[in-house]
């Protein structure tokens, strides 16, 4: 059945009208066809067809097929090779995630202590009430509906469909790297970690004294911001190292060290190897990378 009413779609200010990525967009990629996911929210990605690898942060070459779900947190930047041709709906979480009135996120967070943090991304299987939700999706998202009130109905509506049909236990290995217990703390974090440069900067932004800050930073991630800061600096310099050809001078200026030497011994205290021994052991993983294409 075709959409009723095009033009009232259309005109409608809810409508997107190429004013920014929606929140559910559908896309699809040759084999080959490198590209990079690099989002300020987070991402969760179904793959309707084919099979790829991605490599993000510590995880090089991770393998991800038609039928599973990935979650990819906000700011990362992520680089993706299709095996072959692929399909994916990504849906983009720009608001706080609750699965329902009654069960935000945070309540997965009580069990985070008792539970062995994940050596990979866990990747949920689509089952049956997922896939009868992606197959009506799909079918929208054809017609060309991209109201965004329309859009995020259907976030809410998977949103629940995880809470009702998939073990508690799974949500918190899917849902594990965003865990902590103030996500809306952690969501404004998040948002501005990449605007600045300096722990006070940050204080700043999310409306703290530099000493309140501290405290709730440790409250809420379990460790000082200070460590966590340089820890996310460091995911990204891995990234780079790994999935870009970008020299070690390079990256030493865009990240802002003092000198090349500086920029080798952060690489050394944080990773145990130099930035040379870390790209030649990873060589064999990910190989012949061509300029990284944008998705949009």
Request: aromatic share 14%.
């Amino acid at each position: 059945m075709d959409l009723l009413y095009p033009a009232e779609h259309v005109n409608c200010y809810m409508y997107n009208n190429n004013g920014g990525l929606p929140i559910i967009d559908y896309v699809k990629k040759t084999k080959g066809d490198v590209f990079e996911l690099n989002e300020p929210h987070l991402e969760i990605v179904f793959l309707m067809e084919g099979k790829l690898t991605f490599s993000y942060g510590k995880y090089l070459h991770q393998s991800f097929k038609k039928g599973e779900i990935l979650l990819l947190p906000p700011k990362t930047r992520c680089i993706v090779k299709p095996e072959e041709n692929v399909s994916a709906i990504i849906l983009r979480v720009r608001n706080k995630i609750n699965f329902c009135n009654h069960f935000p996120l945070e309540m997965l967070y009580e069990n985070k202590k008792k539970y062995t943090v994940p050596t990979v991304p866990h990747l949920l299987k689509v089952n049956t009430q997922v896939a009868s939700y992606l197959k009506l999706l799909m079918v929208s998202l054809n017609d060309g509906l991209k109201c965004l009130y329309f859009q995020e109905i259907k976030q809410h509506e998977l949103l629940f469909y995880l809470r009702a049909y998939y073990p508690k236990e799974e949500l918190l290995a899917f849902f594990y790297p965003i865990l902590n217990g103030d996500v809306s703390f952690s969501e404004v974090v998040y948002k501005h970690v990449d605007k600045v440069k300096r722990l006070e900067e940050l204080a700043v932004v999310t409306n703290y004294s530099l000493s309140g800050f501290k405290k709730r930073f440790m409250k809420v991630f379990g460790m000082p911001a200070y460590q966590w800061m340089s820890q996310e600096k460091a995911k990204k310099i891995y990234h780079d190292i790994n999935c870009t050809k970008k020299t070690f001078k390079e990256l030493s200026i865009e990240y802002e060290f003092s000198s090349s030497a500086h920029f080798n011994s952060f690489c050394k205290k944080a990773f145990g190897v130099s930035p040379s021994k870390i790209r030649n052991l990873n060589q064999g993983r990910i190989t012949d990378i061509p300029p990284v294409k944008e998705r949009r």
